[in-house]
Each structure stands twice: as C-alpha cells, then as structure tokens.
C-alpha cells in the first residue's frame, strides 16, 4: 500500500468519526468529581481536642462520665422519625423524616446528675431544616421523658449549612424542671434537633462531663491574634 492511499485511509476514517453523534467513550473527559464542601467550625469556648478524644474549655479537658464517637457503629442510639446510621468514615449521620424527630441514647447509663451536669453534643448540618427546636429531655430512675423536664442550649443552638457546632447543655439551669438532674441518676437522654421534616446531620461526638460551671462557660472562645512582624 502507498503513502498516499494510507494517508487518505487515515482522513476518511477521521471523518466518519467526527461524524457520529456525541463522543465515543474513549474521546470523553473524565467526570470531574463534586468539590467536597468543608464544614465550618464556630468559634466556641468548647472545643474538640480530636488527638486526645476529649472536649476542651479553654485547652483543660472535661471529664466525662459518656462519651459517644460513632466510631463505626450507632452505639445504641435511635431515632425516631427518622433515619440513622454510622457515618463515613465516623459519625453519626441522621435524616429527619418526620415532624418530631426524636434522638434517643442507649438506656441503663446510671449518671450520677450532679457530678456530670454538662451535655455536649458536637454536630455538623447537612441538609436545611424548616424549624428548630433543639432541646434535650431525659428520663431518670424515678421519671420518664416529659415536657417538665428539658433544657436548651446555651451554647451552639441552629448550625447553619455545613457549619460545624458544639451545644452545650448546662443541665443545672434546665428551661424545665429545676434541680432535678442535679439531684437524678440519669437513665436515658434524648435530643431533638429540628421540630419539621427535611433536614439532615451528622453527629460527631454526644459527651455528658462534669460541668466547670457558669462562669466558665459564659467565657468567650479563645481567639488567636496575629501579632505584627517585628520591626
């Protein structure tokens, strides 16, 4: 065969291929995959310390009577309403399916109230809810869950999109019920995060730890300052 006939061999072939409807397989761009979208802390006193699995005030570690990671497993908890599972690669990834959903603890953690009076529950939103509530409940040896007895968070309540929070629940100043915790064994928590159907979280960490009280808690969250180059 000559030059010349295997040339014009190559341009026919070229342009039955250009004629053909979309790109073959092999000429297709790889799909570029979705840029992942970081979750943004707020800025809080308590933090997270993830090298030492702790939650921190001011960088002093908070003793903790539970504490929750997710590492794999759901641990026990249930929600209501909704759907739950472990997430990837830790976590706890819910799905609110239903107007009230309803976070519930394993039972049985036999919590002495007054020496762990401070829940921390560390959580990233996934998915816009339509109304917050927020509230934790709890059922003791003595009582089950009612409205008489809940608190709200003083600290970290309504995470927006893809914002990463802490709240904080100081359980000696409950909106309902008084002393109550400080004097219960606590049996069972429960955590209800928006009050409509829609949104979505993950969980990363659900702690109950001594409480450095009020003072410490109303602290602002530490901020670091650039200090201007030497001169």
């Known amino acids: 065969m000559s030059v010349n006939l295997l040339r014009a061999g190559v341009a026919s072939l070229l342009l039955m291929l250009a004629g053909c409807d979309g790109a073959s397989p092999w000429a297709q761009a790889a799909a ?10 707020r ?5 997270w310390n993830a090298d030492e699995d702790v939650f921190e005030i001011a960088g002093a570690p908070l003793k ?3 504490l929750w990671t997710f590492d794999g497993s759901t641990e026990g908890f249930v929600l209501t309403g909704g759907g739950v599972l ?9 799905q609110n399916n239903h107007p009230d959903p309803k976070l519930r603890s394993p039972r049985g953690l036999a919590l002495d109230g007054n020496r762990y009076s401070l829940v921390l529950v560390r959580m990233t939103r996934t998915q ?19 409205g008489d007895f809940q608190a709200k968070p003083i600290d970290g309540a309504d995470p927006g999109l893809n914002e990463t929070v802490v709240m904080v629940y100081d359980m000696t100043r409950l909106k309902s019920g008084g002393d109550d915790w400080k004097m219960s064994q606590i049996d069972q928590i429960r955590l209800d995060t928006d009050d409509q159907a829609g949104g979505s979280f993950v969980i990363h960490q659900i702690a109950v ?23």
């Open 32 to 41: 570029t995959p979705p840029a992942e979208i970081a979750a943004k802390p």
């Open 64 to 66: 903790a009577g539970r």
């Open 209 to 231: 730890t001594e409480n450095p009280g009020p003072e410490a808690l109303a602290a602002p969250p530490l901020r670091l300052v650039q200090l201007p180059p030497a001169p």
């Open 128 to 146: 816009p809810g339509a109304a917050w509530d927020g509230a934790i409940f709890y059922r003791t040896v003595d009582h089950g869950e009612s």
């Open 43 to 47: 800025p809080q006193a308590i933090t």
């Open 86 to 94: 472990p997430g990837a690669p830790v976590g706890l990834e819910i």
